[in-house]
């Protein structure tokens, strides 16, 4: 058996040196840097930093949310369950997707689950932070509520993954967030580790350099 | 707004259509067909599907085992969130990341948490399903054990992400697979979602074509 790295310290160390090493990150503000870093370090692929989109001021508004103890509204149990609850400090984290009566509401919506959900979200939505890592639909239906005028969350992290629909729900809150701050993967490739990294990294307000 | 698919059959058809339109599966079993295209379909990118190692026999000692009530050992909460728990049967879903003692026991071990839990999977492993979606450790310390005379899973999924470790253990256990079925994908690139994403598709069982 060859050896291999065993200190946990150690290995998120040389982890987050590698990233550092290969993914140019001088290009994103301090704020932003972290979040890059953990995004790169939950998938294995420095190349998504290239296909980022955010706006400038989103590091910063997610950071403040959480530290106010604002909710984190996951579109599915893989993005809650990649949160690391104690750094969270006051804030909750909601998922909704098996919720009663969802499966209903989806039917008489015309709908998925994964969309009719964020229905529910409508009480704790003002201030929040969104994370997506699953669903396409979930973030359309939550752009058509903005557009109806609905209160606005602190930021919308949109991950999500697929090849119907995720591209286009991103390329969608990029060009239009609707008054929100977001960070997006362009593109099919996104997640659940990546959307609960990015919750990570906010809530830990870490900077590096 | 742009308009966008709600229906989740079609969207399910849809996404499949297009992993079978570009990933060339004409390449692999009819009972491993399914399990790459969920591979896919969990990450979005259809070329993972040439980074793949796995054991002639492995999809059919996946399902074999489920469709006999084999537990699910996890290494990590968002591969057991992943699973889609009605496709499972008797299966049942383990995931020690948070067992109490755990952190004693790694500082005992001098290694992750991660790898110290796989101690904990002794009395089940026999015949189990082993899918590792996260921690590079904890199939090295697998591998460990195995080499130690453990009994032996029936199928270890090896999709530990990152960039250090994840591409060398899964060369470890691709290159001496210590007479195990496995599957596994080569490189920095794996995470939770392909992890449940492979379990999902042998519990379903379902074959395309």
Known sequence: MRPYLKDPAAIYAESFRIVREEARLERFSRAMEPVVTRLIHACGMVEIADRLAFSPGAAEAGRAALASGAPVLCDCEMVGAGIIRRHLGASEVVTTINAPGLPDLAAKLGTTRSAAQVELWRERIEGAVVAIGNA??????????????????????????????????????????????????????????????????????????
């Open 136 to 209: 396409p639909t979930a973030l359309f239906h939550l752009m058509e509520k903005l557009d109806e005028g609905w209160p606005k969350p602190a930021l919308i992290l949109g991950f999500p993954v697929g090849f119907v629909g995720a591209a286009e729900s991103k390329a969608e809150l990029a060009g239009d967030p609707r008054g929100c701050d977001f960070i997006a993967l362009r593109g099919r490739r996104g997640g659940s580790a990546m959307a609960s990294a990015a919750v990570n990294a906010l809530a830990l307000g870490e900077t590096h350099g």
